[in-house]
């Protein structure tokens, strides 16, 4: 009999929030070549990024992560290993449970090693991202092959497809939101960590839909199955559908936007300043594009998102959290392995 594992892989998060751990983090990040694509020349990208970007982002974004780093470390870390240990309790000690992050630490390199070193024949690639960006799922996808093809070229991988409509995950999403929805609220603002328009038509394998039909996401194409913004309306409507969330009770913006270029729109900060104009003064927020909560939910919505809405005129402001390490949730991450362990599917 094979032996078999699990390896999670979040995004990761710098090793303390003293500036230079932040600049190497953001080098290795936006160093990566589905994260910054342009300019095409590897030599001018490298000069953008290691030279103009993360030398200026650094300071800033070190101060963001200080205001939200815990005694134990970042919270996208200390949550991805408590997720990842309830969900060895929940599998038992047969099938180990590894946790990995594409940038930072734990890194894939040396998890992939300490997989090979454990004498594990099989694992099954769960990447935590619901929806499918070149910049989040593939980019884990090519960086666990890259490191196994160079440490561990024996062992068999089964990744796990963006899993944006899953009914477990929607279930998940629901158990954490439904008491936050028992609540007044007068709109619900889905919103989902942006990327560049470009990104989309460059990851449309049709070449001919993605930003080009009209209504191109609610217009059927096989080009969804590497739609970011087609995947993440069909996890809201079917989040809509299993909460009973009203038509006019809710709507779908991007946040986390760098500049230089279009990315999709609306965006989160423009919305938290023209809502309560329009009535909209009661705001519950989810974020189900991050399944672990992290800098982009716990500082740009929770500290920043909130501050510009009640400075709008907002009156009451509530996040709904990431799933985390929720019962629901494990349970979505169990049965999912369990899966691949009887039929092999993923
Ligand atoms: C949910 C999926 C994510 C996609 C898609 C994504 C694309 C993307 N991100 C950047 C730039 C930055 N993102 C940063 C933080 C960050 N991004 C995600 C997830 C996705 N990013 C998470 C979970 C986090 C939080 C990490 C943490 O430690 O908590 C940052 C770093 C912080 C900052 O300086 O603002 C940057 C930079 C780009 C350019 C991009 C797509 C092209
Ligand atoms: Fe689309
Ligand atoms: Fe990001």
Not at 76 to 93: F, W, Y
Not at 112 to 141: C, K, N, R
Request: charged share 20%; glycine share 4%; with cysteine.
């Amino acid at each position: 009999m094979p032996s078999r594992a699990v390896l999670l892989v979040n995004l990761g998060s710098p090793d303390s929030t003293a500036v230079p751990d932040v600049r190497r983090y953001l080098d290795e990040f936006l160093g990566d070549e589905r994260v910054i694509d342009r300019p095409a020349s590897p030599l001018l990208r490298s000069l953008l990024v290691h030279r103009l970007i993360t030398p200026k982002r650094a300071p800033n974004s070190a101060h963001a992560y200080e205001q939200i780093w815990t005694a134990e470390g970042s919270p996208l870390i200390v949550l991805s290993h408590r997720t990842a240990q309830k969900l060895t309790t929940a599998l038992g000690p047969a099938i180990p449970v590894y946790l990995a992050m594409r940038y930072g630490n734990p890194s894939i390199a040396s998890v992939v090693a300490q997989i090979a070193a454990d004498g594990i024949d099989e694992v099954l690639l769960f990447p935590q991202y619901p929806h499918y960006a070149m910049s989040s799922w593939e980019t884990v996808v090519v960086k666990v092959h890259e490191e196994a093809a160079r440490l561990a070229p024996r062992l068999r991988i089964t990744t796990v497809q963006p899993f944006y409509a899953d009914a477990d995950y929607i279930n998940a999403l629901h158990a954490v939101a439904a008491p936050y929805l028992a609540q007044p609220h007068d709109l619900v603002l889905f919103s989902f960590h942006g990327i560049p328009e470009r990104h989309l038509r460059q990851t449309d394998s049709s070449h001919a839909h993605c930003l080009t039909v009209a209504d191109c996401c609610i217009t059927c194409s096989p080009a969804h199955a590497t739609c970011y913004r087609a995947q993440i309306f069909a996890t809201t409507r079917a989040l809509v559908a299993r909460a009973g969330i009203p038509s006019d009770k809710f709507t779908v913006s991007f946040q986390s936007r760098l500049v230089g270029e279009p990315w999709l729109t609306p965006y989160t900060d423009h919305l938290f300043k023209q809502l309560p104009t329009q009535g909209k003064k009661r705001l519950l927020v989810i974020c189900p594009a991050f399944v672990t909560d992290c800098l982009e939910t716990l500082e740009e919505i929770a500290v920043q998102g909130r501050q510009e809405f009640l400075a709008a005129g907002g009156e009451t402001f509530q996040q709904i959290p990431c799933l985390n390490d929720h019962d629901a949730y494990i349970q979505f991450l169990a049965t999912r392995v369990r899966r691949w362990l009887t039929d092999g599917s993923a």
